[in-house]
């Protein structure tokens, strides 16, 4: 198991968010964790991430508990995530963006008087550059991140995730706003990303997107797992019909 | 050369020093009013060394940046807590309580400023300050100029990213606080007297400008502002009384024309 999630729980003031969430995640699987609005998705992300940390319950990434391990150093083990509303710096170039993922794959704190400005032949200027090259973006490597397009900035985002070398992906709604071309490149991409070995959770409304690239399901509904299946079943199941529908019950 | 230019010079060098001061923390994202205060600190630090224990200027001036890296390094913990304008304000007061204290300390002369004999020629603040523009330079040329603007940027995400935010800012804050004191320590060297009123706000305030018309967007912006800030009132001599009215028109045309700064950046990178 690449993820371990066991008995997870976290509250804001008196609303339970996540409660007691476990589910666990095969290497090399594309999970999706579905739900609809609210259902506590990306806190699930944050809990995994230590933007907050959790309440109770623990956090397995490869054999290691990683619950209390401070964030910033759960992308050393390998853990990388992208967001829902696009967090690049804005006063870095793209090329500068996907470099600062760099530095989790170097030795440590040292690592920061790393030369990465000089000459044109700098090792890891020419990496960002060949990554970004490899997604087709390699037009906006100097430009500033701020002011792009949405869609380019999502790609970024992706790129930049990956310049980490992570074991685990987690992206946040990665096909939203996205047109069905820009939805269509992206599966693509996240195909090739499988294909190298990367697991991935995904976070995801688009359905359609969801079945094609994932294997399994995990459902969330007010921060507690209504159901976990094989994507295929995912339309028979009658607590996801009720979830996000509602119940015949009522409607009668 | 001439002792006008000289003169000219010599404030030039002082003031890029300071300025990189106010810029290291600055692209942390922190507005620091203080800078007046390491500036004192370094300035009679160095003065007290060479005076009172014979210290050769330079290895005095040496001695001011590891006394103001340790001083800001000890004021950047509580103060780097709080954020955005409280942060301004926090090192606005420490600025108050450092004339305050100095003003004081009458082992220094107190309120009737501070005779420093031993001098610093203007070769050697020259040196000084080249050796800190190379040294900026070649700082934002790793991994640390783009981290420590991801740090301002989006703290959060540079957390993520593997960054410590807490540790570059930090950082950020008392390799200023170090450049500071080094530019004290050469005014107090050069100019042989230094007077803690001097070392109020404003003086930070200045050197905050100095660096905000510059830019903070390029390694170069700092030197930029040091030179248009020392150079302009010079070149305006010739109206005589009228010359600072017209100084200060020409910095606000500037900032309007450019409130990001003189220099603009395409990448930390490129030249």
Redesign the interface.
């Known amino acids: 198991m690449v993820l371990e999630v066991r008995n997870l729980s976290k509250s804001f003031g008196g609303l339970k968010v996540v409660d007691q969430l476990s589910f666990s995640v095969a290497r090399g699987e594309r999970l999706a964790l579905i739900g609809p609005n609210g259902a506590g998705k990306t806190t699930v992300f944050n809990l995994i991430?230590?933007?907050y940390p959790a309440d109770a319950g623990s956090i397995v990434l490869d054999g290691e508990d990683i619950t209390t391990l401070p964030?910033?150093?759960?992308?050393?083990r390998g853990l990388a995530?992208t967001?829902q509303n696009i967090?690049l710096?804005?006063?870095?170039?793209v090329?500068?963006n996907v470099?600062?993922?760099q530095?989790?794959r170097?030795p440590g704190?040292a690592?920061?008087?790393?030369?990465?400005?000089?000459g044109r032949a700098n090792r890891?200027?020419t990496e960002a550059r060949a990554a970004l090259a490899e997604a087709g973006l390699e037009s906006y490597a100097?430009?500033?991140a701020g002011g792009l397009p949405y869609g380019i900035q999502k790609r970024i985002e992706l790129v930049r995730a990956l310049a980490?070398a992570p074991r685990l992906l987690l992206l946040d709604e990665p096909a939203a706003g996205l047109n069905p071309a820009e939805t269509e490149a992206l599966h693509q991409a996240l195909q090739a990303i499988a294909a190298r070995g990367i697991t991935l959770v995904v976070v995801e409304h688009d359905m359609q997107f969801v079945g094609r690239l994932c294997q399994r399901v995990v459902v969330l509904n007010f921060g507690v797992k209504i159901a976990e299946c094989p994507v295929a079943e995912i339309h028979a199941d009658r607590r996801v019909r009720e979830a996000y529908l509602g119940t015949d019950e009522l409607a009668a | 050369m001439s002792g006008y230019l000289e003169s000219v010079l010599v404030l030039l060098a002082i003031n890029t020093v300071l300025a990189y001061g106010a810029f290291l923390p600055m692209v942390a994202g922190q507005l620091n009013l203080g800078v007046a205060a390491f500036v004192a600190i370094g300035a009679y630090s160095s003065g007290y060394l060479s005076q009172t224990y014979g210290l050769h200027p330079v290895l005095a001036a040496i001695a001011a940046i590891v006394i103001c890296s340790f001083a800001g390094w000890l004021v950047a913990f509580p103060i780097l807590r709080t954020r955005g304008i409280y942060l301004a304000l926090a090192t606005f007061a420490l600025n108050q309580v450092v004339q305050g204290t100095i003003l004081n300390l009458n082992v220094v002369g107190g309120a009737s400023g501070y005779p420093v004999p031993a001098h610093i020629g203007f070769p050697v603040v020259a040196t000084f300050a080249v050796i800190v523009v190379i040294a900026m330079v070649a700082l934002f040329h790793t991994r640390f100029g783009i981290s420590v603007t991801a740090v301002s940027d989006d703290e959060r995400v540079a957390d993520l990213m593997g960054l410590s935010v807490r540790g570059l800012q930090s950082a950020a804050f008392t390799a200023g606080a170090a450049l500071a004191g080094l530019g004290g320590a050469l005014y107090a060297h050069h100019f042989n007297y230094i007077e803690a009123q001097n070392y109020g706000v404003l003086f930070s305030i200045y050197v905050v400008l100095y660096v905000l018309l510059g830019g903070t967007q390029t390694v170069y912006g700092p030197l930029v502002g040091a030179a248009v800030f020392t150079l302009l009132p010079e070149l305006l001599r010739g109206s005589a009384a009228w010359r600072y009215v017209i100084f200060a028109c020409l910095i606000i045309a500037i900032m309007s024309l450019r409130p990001q700064g003189v220099l603009l950046r395409k990448s930390w990178f490129s030249r």
């Open positions: 991430t230590g933007v964030s910033r150093f759960r992308i050393r995530r967001f967090r710096m804005p006063h870095l170039t090329l500068e470099m600062i993922a530095y989790a170097s704190m690592a920061l008087l790393q030369p990465v400005g000089f890891w200027r100097d430009q500033m980490a």
